[in-house]
């Protein structure tokens, strides 16, 4: 849609039917920005939402109880209104925790965020000078007993409406934050419910049995998190 309208604007309102969409992209800037935004949105949409999948999966294997929860909001809605819709997926908000836990515990960008200081700035004690690259290292925070208690438990509950005030500013952001923040954070956890909710009213998600003793192995890029090994799930057909 995006490619399409910068590429009418070009051409006139679509008048010119013989340009060529490349010789558009290629003559208007604007166009060819939006061509390359187009392109990063749906490859970095791909990219964050296969890991969290897997983790969630493997997750909601090994918490029936959960999973049956999310099972019963999922048939609520779906007896409400027939099938998913944009709208009224944003009512699925139990496996919006579920969700949330898992990307405490699995981010997408595990690795520090940079952010260089633009003016002098004082807290604490602490000084920072204008120029001095600040590193704030989200894996880091998601496993803080201080912030999180028990950290390494998975428990939807702590984003529940009762309990997401308690939680501290700047101590969770799994997609990154601030005008940095990943382009495709939206549309990833759009799919991310759809995805789940499709896959748990079609499935019972069972484990592997690969982890007793450790769970899956959570390794990182020099962007992305994702698990080393794979994850490895059964599934029961309903």
Known sequence: LLLNSERDEASGNGKNEGRQLS???TSHPLAL???S???IFVIASIDAVASPLAFTSYLLAEHPEIQEKVRAEIQAVLKKDGELTYENIMELTYLGQVLSESLRLYPSLPGSIRRICD???EHN??????GMNVSVPTLVLHYDPELWPEPTKFDPERFSKANKDRIRPMSYF???FGPRRCIASALS???LTLTLAMLVMRYRILPSGRYEK???VYASSSLLGFPKHGVWVKLEKL
Do not use: H, W
Not at 125 to 130: A, P, S
């Open 174 to 176: 799994p997609f990154g």
């Open 189 to 191: 956890q759009m799919e």
């Open 119 to 121: 003016e002098d700035y």
């Open 23 to 25: 010789s558009s992209l």
């Open 214 to 216: 450790e769970p899956p």
């Open 125 to 130: 004690g602490v000084r920072i000078l204008k």
């Open 33 to 35: 920005r939006t061509a």
């Open 37 to 39: 935004n187009t392109c």
